[in-house]
């Protein structure tokens, strides 16, 4: 499957971001679906994760209350959807599939990758 990310861009402190990841090329609902970051100088890290079906969800702790994943089937797009967002939420984010039954936080565990969207946000 291939991944597409989009929705970064350059924000003040406290504003709102949208990011989304169309996927093409094979059954999208049947993929697990998350975000990572990668800040700079920092390894990839895990930040929300969901469902084949978007009946569930995992957040990583720090952006729980604050970010929020969904996904529409019908358009092969998983979203990201986040508030309030601060300077140490700056990074390159990437969407990933994993065909498995169970969720994952382990970068190892994800099948594809998308190319990265860079989010920064200004103090």
């Known amino acids: 499957v291939q991944l597409q990310a989009s929705g970064g861009g350059l924000v003040q402190a406290g504003a709102s971001l949208r990011l989304s990841c169309v996927a093409s090329g094979r059954t999208f609902s049947r993929y697990i679906m998350a975000w990572f970051r990668q800040a700079p100088g920092k390894e990839r890290e895990f930040v929300a994760a969901i469902s084949s079906s978007g009946g569930s969800t995992l957040y990583t702790g720090s952006v729980k209350g604050r970010f929020t994943i969904s996904r529409d089937n019908a358009k092969s797009t998983v979203y990201l959807q986040m508030n309030s967002l601060s300077p140490e939420d700056t990074a390159v984010y990437y969407c990933?599939?994993?065909?498995?039954?169970?969720?994952?936080?382990?970068?190892?565990?994800?099948?594809?990758w998308g190319q990265g969207t860079l989010v920064t946000v200004s103090s």
């Open positions: 990933a599939a994993d065909s498995s039954l169970t969720y994952s936080q382990m970068i190892y565990d994800y099948d594809y």
